[in-house]
């Protein structure tokens, strides 16, 4: 039998790291990473035979657990007609029909295989559909690694960022400015400074990729009307937020708090997929018929609208809407970052959790983080720790304290009363 660390050894000989995307590799926890050879419901199983309780779920696409009979069966029955055509399908207009019901802040939407590749789309699309160059992210926020994306603050306001990745040119993301999230003396100054050339704002509205941490609402307003007011679009990515948070996504919830509230471009992945290669952008039928072949703006694909990919993500998008579905989802997340922290007070360890639908997100801290330097003031060596401990109890965490984490409906009252009763056994021992 092969064991991880054997796998491990050959897999670097052949794939860079050993992976084929780097967090896979345990770099930020260390130890080595588990390959994984089956899963069914909220389980996987490594290539040693120990099964963990899975909160990764793909990095958010599993929200039915794996193996659904019902996406199964679509797969399937989809694969015998055909992996790949390059031509229309009726499937992809039903799969947008579908999107576009729960996303009733757009009138169109295009498929794509990534969500970099939708979220390096609607930037396109935004500078197009504008005319303007600059375009503005926060930090500690992952759209995904196009090259105008990868960027991270400048050393003032005025400056614009620098490069996070070897081979992004510094003049690919001039244009690419990097403000504090949650942070409104910034995002004033900035388009009182350069608002006319300003294409677009992007945000993710709860951030999954600095843990856990969500836009406020009078953050999110400001940038709405700030938007408005200087010709800017407001660009949601929900690529993990999106039908995981919600069924109307985070937009829905901030729809909520703010009425008549909706973003100018959606984008999605994950979750719309459900474990296939399918992302999406979403906008107004204005804004949408920029694109190619109606418009200047051009974006393409050969594997986009794949009706294996569709038959999985309809499938999905169909069996999160049964009644009860979020409610019941929302519980089995809630009941599990209550009982992290009522375990690691016990325990006296300090832990903070936040969570919707779902998605959670904990921190080893008094109080929630607002924003990434927050998030990583604390250091790395509480969750490094904890992470092994409850992996070594069967727990499969995301290997990174700044990635947040996920239930699926396959999680049982039982998954979870055994999960906390692991992280209580962790944080005595922390
Ligand atoms: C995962 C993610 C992406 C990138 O999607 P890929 O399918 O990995 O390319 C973009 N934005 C957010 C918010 C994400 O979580």
Redesign the pocket.
């Known amino acids: 039998m092969s064991t991880n660390a054997s796998l491990f050894e050959r897999a670097q000989r052949v794939i860079p790291g050993g992976v084929n995307?780097p967090v896979r590799a345990f770099r930020a926890v260390g130890g080595t990473p588990r390959f994984i050879t089956r899963a069914q419901g909220a389980y996987i199983w490594d290539a040693e035979g120990r099964r963990y309780h899975d909160y990764i779920g793909s990095?958010?696409p599993m929200i039915l657990g794996h193996g659904h009979p019902d996406v199964l069966e679509a797969v399937q029955k989809a694969a015998m007609d055909g992996f790949s055509f390059g031509a229309p399908t009726e499937r992809e207009i039903e799969l947008a029909e579908e999107i576009l019901k729960l996303v009733p802040s757009a009138e169109q939407v295009r498929l794509v295989s990534?969500?970099?590749?939708?979220?390096m789309s609607a930037i396109r699309l935004a500078r197009g559909y504008t005319g303007r160059n600059k375009i503005i992210k926060f930090e500690g926020?992952?759209?995904?690694?196009a090259d105008a994306l990868l960027v991270k603050a400048g050393s003032g306001l005025a400056t614009f960022g620098h490069p996070t990745s070897a081979g992004v040119p510094a003049e690919v993301v001039q244009h690419t400015l990097v403000l504090e999230y949650n942070n409104l003396a910034q995002i004033e100054e900035a388009f009182a400074t350069q608002g006319s050339e300003i294409a677009c704002v992007m945000i993710?509205p709860i951030a999954?990729?600095m843990n856990f941490v969500r836009a406020s609402v009078p953050f999110v307003q400001r940038i709405r009307e700030l938007c408005d007011q200087h010709g800017a679009l407001f660009v949601f990515?929900?690529?993990?937020?999106g039908f995981r948070v919600a069924l109307g996504s985070a937009q829905s919830i901030y729809a909520k708090a703010l009425p008549g509230f909706k973003p100018d471009i959606s984008?999605f992945?994950?979750v719309i997929g459900g474990g296939m290669p399918l992302?999406a952008f979403a906008a107004s039928r204005e804004i949408m018929s920029k694109l190619a072949p109606l418009g200047p703006v051009y974006q393409a694909g050969t594997l986009s609208g794949n009706p294996v990919a569709t038959a999985c993500g309809l499938a999905t998008l169909k069996l999160i809407q049964q009644p009860g579905f979020f409610d019941k989802l929302s519980l089995s997340t809630r009941n599990l970052m209550d009982g992290f922290t009522l375990a690691a007070r016990e325990a006296g360890v300090p832990l903070v959790a936040d969570c919707e639908g779902g998605m959670f997100g904990f921190f080893f801290a008094e109080s929630l983080p607002q924003n990434y330097q927050t998030v990583m003031a604390r250091g790395s060596d509480t969750f490094n720790r904890f992470f092994h401990l409850v992996l070594e109890r069967g727990v499969y965490l995301a290997p990174a304290m700044y990635e947040a984490g996920f239930v699926s409906a396959a999680h049982t009252e039982q998954d979870i009363a055994d999960t906390v009763a692991a992280a209580a056994e962790a944080f005595r021992l922390l």
């Open positions: 995307s990095w958010g990534s969500g970099t590749e939708a979220g926020c992952y759209h995904g690694h993710e999954g990729n990515d929900e690529v993990m937020s984008v992945g994950k992302a």
